[in-house]
């Protein structure tokens, strides 16, 4: 099997409310990384002014509200990435791109190289719109019951 020290990598941009994460939000990616569910390799702030003018904090995890995400690669989301996301900034808006790799992902990815295949095509769904797919879904098929014992019942 190939050996690979890292898996594929997914930067998210994730909006915040405030100009910094919530405790919350970084307890719950500790504990990821505690379950070894996922690695974070690296992790960036980015406020925008009003005006417009990006300011650019990288993350290091050798700050005590940091610390528990053991950053593998900080700095490895590059310049242009950044740039990029930073346009998805509103003004006056704040974000976090966090650069993850799924775990599993890296183990399927050697046994999948090791075999001589490749990936042709990665999407991601965002959970709201899952969440919804499977509402509708649950309420149609409630709605199908009751029509089958009311069928029944006349």
Known sequence: MVDFRFGPVELFLLGLEDER?????????????????????????????ESGEVEVTEISDDSDDYAALDLVLSGITGEED?????????????????ALELVYARKLAASLAASGGVVLSSERIPAPVVNALVDVIEEEAA??????IEGENA
């Open 21 to 49: 994460p919530d405790p919350a939000v970084i307890a719950e990616l500790a504990a990821l990384v505690q379950d070894d569910v996922l690695r974070v390799l690296d992790f960036v702030v980015i406020s925008k002014s």
């Open 82 to 98: 950044i740039a990029e996301l930073a346009e998805l900034v509103p003004p006056g808006g704040s974000a976090a791109i966090v």
């Open 143 to 148: 709605e199908e019951i009751v029509e089958e």
